[in-house]
Structure formats: C-alpha cells, structure tokens
C-alpha cells in the first residue's frame, strides 16, 4: 500500500494495527472477549490485566487460525479484520515518545524521563512520571505503567511546545 514509505514510517504504522488497542477492537469485533472466562469478583485480576487479556486472546485466536489452518486461512482472517482498518486509516495509538524523540534529536536538545512516584500494590501500582527536555520540567503523566505514564508526559510537553503531531 506505501512503496514510498520509509522502513521507518512502514514501522509506526505496523506498531498501529498490532497495538494493545488494536487487538481490544479486533478481538471485540470477532467477539471473541465472550470466550473468556475470569473470575473477577475476587479481584484477583486488575483491570490493566484483563485489558492485557482480551488483546492477547486475537493474538493467540490468529496463532490459532495459522496453526491449524495454514497461513492462506490466516492471511483471509486478517484481510477481513485488520485490513479494514487498514484502509480507513484509523489511529489506535500514538506514539508521543517518539515524537518528542524526533524533536530532541532534530534541535539537538536531551530528553529524559523521571519518575516521581510509584504507589499502590505491586499488581496493581500507579506511576507519575515527568519529561525533561535539557534539564526542564515540560509536563507529568500518569498511568498504570512507566511507559503510558511517559507517553502522557511526552504528550503534554508536544503541546506545550507547539510540535505537530
């Protein structure tokens, strides 16, 4: 679909459609989030883990198509879910990290990441974060793990500092 995309455009893209987010919608799609049983009233499970859960179930469903029915069936499978979204372009996630990244390396300035704080139970923490660019505080991000915390963080700092996303 691109010839004209650089290795690393194609890769942002491919990162796109083979997201967590991605796989929640295709695995909501195909229904296949009702096929799995958990117990949740014991709240052994946190909620970021049942997320993690329903995106790996269209992972392993794919794996199963393939193994089971070779890799023509698979592909069949994937033109009718994936594709589509494929085709109309849809954004499942950004990725601000490495957009801000982008920036730093093209205005020659260092970015970094630090943790600020860490709280909750260890299956089930919350992380603040904040973005440093040479040194100065552009933003804080909150999230259930470092990296969506820093992604946050990116994000605030890209708006601040006006950088087209």
């Not at 942002?12 to 958990?38: G, P």
């Not at 804080?140 to 087209?164: F, N, P, R, Y």
């Amino acid at each position: 679909m691109h010839p004209s995309f650089s290795e690393g455009k194609l890769t942002k893209l491919r990162a796109n459609y083979v997201c967590q987010n991605a796989l929640i919608v295709y695995s909501h799609e195909n229904n296949l989030d009702k096929c799995i049983r958990l117990n949740l009233e014991d709240n052994a499970l946190t909620d970021n883990e049942v997320i993690s859960i329903t995106a790996d179930v269209f992972e392993s469903f794919l794996g199963a198509i393939y193994l089971d029915q070779g890799i023509d069936k698979a592909k069949e499978f994937l033109e009718q879910t994936v594709f589509p979204y494929i085709e109309k372009k849809t954004i499942f996630f950004y990725d601000y990290k490495s957009t801000i990244k982008e920036y730093g390396d093209a205005v020659g300035v260092e970015v970094s990441y630090e943790l600020l704080e860490e709280h909750g139970a260890p299956h089930d923490k919350t992380f603040v974060m904040r973005i440093l660019i040479d040194g100065v505080d552009y933003g804080h991000g909150v999230g259930k793990s470092k990296k969506d915390a820093e992604q946050l963080a990116a994000c605030k700092a890209i708006d601040k500092l006006k950088i087209e996303k």
